[in-house]
């Protein structure tokens, strides 16, 4: 829907067709970071659905980033990082719980990913997926499981310094010249309506389709006007849909200046309408 709503904004300019993924995205950290400001106001249901959803999207937006934004297959250094993961997968199912072996085969695979003319992001997941993880219920985060050592190994650096060095590199768009013509330019517009519009609507809309069909039902005390906010707040793009937009338009600063615009925009306006609906309109509704 995200992507369905910018190409509709967008259609009369072929030119800025490549960025249709770039809404495509949830940004976990900031999502989750509005709806911890609502406390106890949230149930965890919500924040889990939230998280979930998130997740679905980033690694539906590396799939796209895969199959859309990788040009000039080698298919011999794919080959090799199929090696790799096919190594990767053998020490998985033979128990190994060392992490060397596996973070090894991580550099590997990323080298012959990027060699491939595959973005290097897939690269990362791949790893992710198999690496083991013990199942441990009621305590998830058991220390003898080598994904969660990893995680909570890398979770520091990643919070305090990957991210933020990111966001820092970029976010950073003069605001010298915007005015209601740039608020207008059809490429911002096509992200903050797609990132705004659009996820609410795939979301809301994708949940009742399913229970419709019987696919899947709402989790229990899960309200409709809550599912709408927890939409609302999935329109967060920010970190990823910048990364999608320096793929889709490479070298035009211009453009790119733009896809920021629209991003921070259709982001803060999501956070907002979402936070507010999660925080003043739901509970009322809940009273009455």
Same mark, same amino acid.
């Given at each position: 829907?995200?992507? +369905?709503?910018?190409?509709?904004?967008?259609?009369?300019?072929?030119?800025?067709?490549?960025?249709? *993924?770039?809404?495509? *995205?949830?940004?976990?950290?900031?999502?989750?970071?509005?709806?911890?400001? /609502?406390?106890?106001? &949230?149930?965890?249901?919500?924040?889990? #659905?939230?998280?979930?959803?998130?997740?679905?999207?980033?690694?539906?937006?590396? !799939?796209?980033?895969?199959?859309?934004?990788?040009?000039?297959?080698?298919?011999?250094?794919?080959?090799?990082?199929?090696?790799?993961? $096919?190594?990767?997968?053998?020490?998985?199912?033979?128990?190994?719980?060392? +992490?060397?072996?596996?973070?090894?085969? #991580?550099?590997? +695979?990323?080298?012959? &990913?990027?060699? @491939?003319?595959?973005?290097?992001?897939?690269?990362?997941?791949?790893?992710?997926?198999?690496?083991? &993880?013990?199942? @441990?219920?009621? *305590?998830?985060?058991?220390?003898?499981?080598?994904?969660?050592?990893?995680?909570?190994?890398?979770?520091?650096?990643?919070?305090?310094?990957?991210?933020? $060095? #990111?966001?820092?590199?970029? *976010?950073? &768009?003069?605001?010298?010249?915007?005015?209601?013509?740039?608020?207008?330019?059809?490429?911002? /517009?096509?992200?903050?309506?797609?990132?705004?519009?659009?996820?609410?609507?795939?979301?809301?809309?994708?949940?009742?389709?399913?229970?419709?069909?019987?696919?899947?039902? %709402?989790?229990?005390?899960? %309200?409709?006007?809550?599912?709408?906010?927890?939409? $609302?707040?999935?329109?967060?793009?920010?970190?990823? @849909?910048?990364?999608?937009?320096?793929?889709?338009?490479?070298?035009?600063?211009?453009?790119?200046?733009?896809?920021?615009?629209?991003?921070?925009?259709?982001?803060?306006?999501?956070?907002?309408?979402?936070?507010?609906? $999660?925080?003043?309109?739901?509970?009322? !509704?809940?009273?009455?």
């Amino acid at each position: 829907m995200p992507a +369905l709503v910018y190409l509709a904004i967008t259609g009369g300019a072929p030119a800025l067709h490549p960025g249709w *993924a770039i809404p495509a *995205a949830t940004d976990i950290a900031f999502a989750i970071g509005v709806l911890a400001l /609502l406390g106890k106001r &949230v149930s965890p249901a919500l924040k889990l #659905f939230l998280t979930t959803v998130a997740i679905v999207d980033d690694c539906g937006a590396v !799939a796209i980033i895969a199959l859309v934004y990788s040009h000039g297959i080698d298919w011999i250094a794919l080959a090799g990082a199929a090696g790799t993961v $096919l190594i990767l997968f053998t020490l998985n199912r033979r128990g190994v719980v060392a +992490l060397w072996p596996y973070l090894l085969g #991580f550099v590997g +695979l990323w080298w012959l &990913v990027l060699l @491939s003319g595959v973005h290097a992001t897939v690269a990362g997941v791949i790893a992710a997926a198999l690496i083991p &993880v013990a199942t @441990s219920p009621g *305590a998830p985060d058991a220390a003898h499981s080598p994904l969660h050592r990893l995680e909570h190994a890398l979770s520091p650096w990643v919070a305090f310094g990957i991210v933020p $060095l #990111f966001a820092f590199a970029n *976010a950073g &768009v003069s605001l010298l010249g915007v005015s209601a013509a740039t608020l207008g330019d059809p490429l911002v /517009l096509g992200i903050a309506g797609g990132l705004f519009l659009g996820k609410q609507a795939g979301i809301v809309g994708g949940v009742a389709l399913a229970e419709c069909l019987g696919i899947a039902k %709402r989790p229990k005390g899960m %309200r409709w006007l809550q599912l709408y906010g927890v939409g $609302l707040l999935a329109g967060i793009g920010f970190t990823m @849909s910048l990364f999608i937009g320096g793929l889709a338009f490479p070298g035009d600063a211009q453009l790119q200046d733009s896809v920021k615009i629209g991003v921070l925009g259709g982001s803060l306006l999501s956070a907002i309408a979402g936070y507010i609906v $999660l925080r003043y309109i739901a509970p009322r !509704a809940k009273a009455a």
